[in-house]
């Protein structure tokens, strides 16, 4: 054959590859979160995203969208419920509202630490939970972490319960969580995280409480000057998926998504225990005045008393189901 014609028949069947060959649909997911891309959310986002595409053969890929672009918690995950958003890395706070079974592990002092929380929702107890999400329209692919919280105001130190009465903080859209603060004495402000930072500046709100990850991301430490380590709850993150989506998945690619899930999860603990570490130097060098060693038991015994509502609602064996969890 003559070169000419060897090298027409290659051109037409270079042609023929890239204009028969199937084109792999591309997906675009569109991932929602509350805090900044540089936090521990936007690091469990990024992996998750990262797992996804390397596992699909980028057939499906995210958009990111940080700092509540996309709305509070509560919105993200009416519109993941909706189909109208794909994915939204989100805590519990405004889970509850939700699926109720949720909040059992929003009570304060509940987990004793990053352990024994880490150790509960990857066991059984979690993995329920997770499913408990699907009867709802939501599908839960993992718990990852948004961490223990702290409480951080404008008005003075706390040392122990008796410090935080009658400071106005804002919580998150949670009843657990108010209930259990209301015992402290705070006078509890629900609120969406994206009016958080406004409120603060503004005052009308004293305080606020968020773990580590968020009050440095959030640059907190501009708006407020007190932070006391109370860790007085502890605060799961998980990531959702709209049923939308999750439905029209492959039995293999809802394995990959289900990996991607547990190793983002794996990253945002892993950001929380870096922040945990660095954070709080960072924070008294932004000019914090931080309380490390709280007086735990004095918050402790204030909020007992609420455990017996929250045994009528939960079982007491639920509860004691997961503290008794090694
Ligand atoms: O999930 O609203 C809150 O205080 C949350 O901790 C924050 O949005 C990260």
């Known amino acids: 054959m003559p070169q000419t014609t060897v090298a027409r028949l290659s051109t037409l069947a270079l042609l023929a590859a890239t204009t028969l060959a199937p084109v792999a649909a591309q997906t675009v997911l569109k991932i929602g979160y509350t805090p900044v891309r540089d936090s521990h959310y936007g690091v469990g986002a990024n992996v998750f995203c990262d797992e996804i595409a390397k596992g699909t053969a980028n057939r499906y890929s995210c958009q990111h969208f940080p700092n509540s672009a996309l709305g509070g918690e509560r919105e993200q995950i009416e519109a993941v419920q909706l189909g109208t958003q794909d994915l939204t890395n ?19 002092f509940l987990f004793r630490d990053y352990d024994h929380a880490r150790k509960v929702l990857d066991g059984a107890i979690g993995q329920d939970l997770l499913k408990k999400m699907q009867a709802k329209g939501l599908i839960g692919l993992a718990w990852g972490e948004n961490g223990f919280r702290h409480m951080t105001n404008n008005k003075r130190a706390i040392n122990q319960a008796g410090d935080a009465a009658g400071l106005k903080m804002r919580t998150m859209e949670n009843k657990v969580h108010m209930a259990g603060y209301k015992t402290f004495g705070i006078l509890p402000t629900p609120m969406a995280f994206p009016e958080l930072f406004t409120a603060l500046q503004q005052g009308t709100v004293d305080g606020q409480e968020n773990p580590i990850p968020v009050i440095l991301s959030a640059k907190f430490s501009q708006v407020q000057k007190h932070l006391s380590l109370t860790g007085h709850v502890y605060s799961p993150a998980v990531i959702l998926i709209t049923p939308k989506v999750w439905t029209q998945l492959s039995d293999a690619d809802k394995k990959v998504f289900t990996s991607a899930a547990v190793a983002a999860a794996a990253a945002q603990r892993k950001r929380v225990n870096d922040d945990e570490a660095n954070g709080i ?32 609602e939960f079982g007491a064996d639920r509860i004691a189901a997961i503290q008794a969890v090694k």
């Open 90 to 108: 989100v805590s519990t706070g405004a889970l509850g509202n939700f699926v109720p079974e949720v909040k059992v592990v929003d009570i304060p």
């Open 281 to 312: 130097a960072q924070l008294k060098k932004d000019g914090m005045q931080v309380v490390e060693k709280p007086d735990g038991e004095s918050f402790r015994k204030a909020v007992a008393p609420a455990y017996a509502e929250f045994a009528k």
